[in-house]
């Protein structure tokens, strides 16, 4: 809720309709000590899949940090026998090399095979065969297993994201895949819509829409597009979040006055007030154990993250941040272990940075000066914010370490307010 953008009028459901207009570039940027050089050459036949498949498995192994791309000549495929010598000289450790053609039924089929070109080892393959508009879909996947095979860590490839766009004063709740292209329109609208978050299965969006002139907030089902009121209260209602069993949404609402947390059951039953203080408590997130909630108050004269037992009473809340003076939009990673948060520093330079919560260290991962909404990936390894460049906000990934960053461009809109989804689509 803090520096967010608020407005009014009608929106528009649109249902699901293709992100033609809206296509992304990926700049990566930093380097990592311990990435796998791998080779992935362009796959044999991919034009006839209207997609550039290798280059989006390419991208997604170098964003996560953990591969180094080696230039690769083209004519490898599945079915090659590599020439040991010739892949160690170029300093390959892992290749990957696949093909792509069309089914009698019009589906694509797309083939690959990882070898160890450093053991000269055959590490098995895959086959997908995918309706057109899947083959982006098909890529992550392959990405998923190369990923998983060569780390041992699930990938997170073929997971998606939603944020916002704002473009000629309209805005629209996106839904795309996790390199940010793809995709499709939730909502849209000539009013402000704010604060996505997914349900823990990836079946459904809350958010804040001021469609009827004030914050309401919906739970939208993502495959059918239906929607339906969750909280529409005397006053604001903002900032929900779903537990981690997905029954329960905690959420912002002022309906007693002041803006303090509350929580509710999915339905809209059971509504349970969280904080009894006069200050302003929001941005609220649960534990991946559902048993506490961070969140954001000025409780103590500024903006801090404070953490209390999501069956706290009133001064019982604990105070988590304490470097500088404004820490806001907590965000906990998947095992628990890191939040990461806003910091601002100097006058209007709002940064990312992450904790380890068992020791309070704290590390800055960002270099630029308008960061806002941190939203872990959920095997925990990279994050996605906001940010601005080039007089445009825009969506960024981070490793934890802040090494390897990925600028993910929009050239027709802002973008804000991104949410990773979870495992499972």
């Known amino acids: 809720m803090l520096r967010q953008t608020v407005g009014a009028c009608s929106a528009t459901l649109l249902g699901f309709s293709p992100l033609a207009s809206a296509q992304f570039r990926v700049d990566i940027s930093g380097v990592g000590g311990t990435q796998m050089p791998i080779a992935v050459p362009d796959f044999r036949d991919e034009a006839r899949a209207a997609q550039p498949v290798a280059a989006i498995i390419r991208s997604n192994l170098e964003r996560s940090g953990q591969f180094r791309i080696i230039d690769a000549p083209t004519g490898m495929f599945e079915g090659s026998q590599p020439v040991w010598s010739e892949w160690r000289a170029r300093n390959a450790d892992a290749l990957a090399a696949g093909s792509a053609a069309r089914l009698a039924d019009g589906r694509v089929d797309l083939r690959y095979k990882l070898w160890d070109v450093v053991k000269g080892q055959d590490l098995g393959g895959e086959a997908h065969a995918v309706a057109p508009e899947d083959v982006r879909l098909g890529a992550h996947r392959i990405s998923d297993t190369i ?172 105070r988590v941040t304490f470097n500088g003076a404004y820490n806001i939009s907590p965000a906990i990673s998947p095992d628990g272990r890191t939040m990461a948060f806003i910091t601002r520093q100097g006058g209007n330079s709002f940064r990312l940075s992450v904790m380890d919560l068992a020791s309070g260290t704290v590390q800055q991962i960002s270099d630029s000066h308008d960061d806002e909404s941190p939203s872990f990936a959920p095997n925990g390894r990279l994050l996605v914010y906001a940010s601005r460049a080039g007089g445009k906000d825009v969506l960024m990934t981070s490793t934890l370490d802040g090494k390897i960053k990925a600028k993910l461009i929009s050239t027709l809109a802002d973008v804000r307010e991104p949410t990773w989804g979870p495992f499972g689509r």
């Open 147 to 318: 990923y998983q095979k060569l780390t041992g860590e699930r990938g997170i490839f073929a997971t998606r994201m939603a944020y916002v766009t704002k473009a000629g004063g309209r805005y629209s709740l996106r839904i795309t895949d996790a390199d940010g292209e793809g995709g499709q329109v939730a909502l849209a609208s000539p009013d402000p819509i704010i604060s996505p978050a997914w349900s823990p299965s990836g079946k459904e969006l809350a958010y804040v829409s001021f469609e009827t002139r004030k914050a309401v907030v919906w739970i939208q089902d993502v495959q059918t597009g239906r929607r339906r009121v969750l909280a529409d209260f005397r006053g604001t209602n903002s900032a929900p979040s779903f537990s981690p069993d997905g029954q329960q949404v905690a959420l912002t609402l002022s309906r007693e006055g002041g803006s303090q947390l509350f929580i509710m059951n999915r339905d809209g039953s059971g509504l349970r007030r969280l904080t009894q203080s006069s200050a302003i408590d929001t941005e609220s997130v649960f534990s991946p154990d559902g048993r506490s909630i961070y969140f954001v108050s000025d409780r103590g004269g500024g903006p801090q993250i404070y953490r209390m037992a999501v069956g706290g009473q009133s001064g019982t809340a604990e």
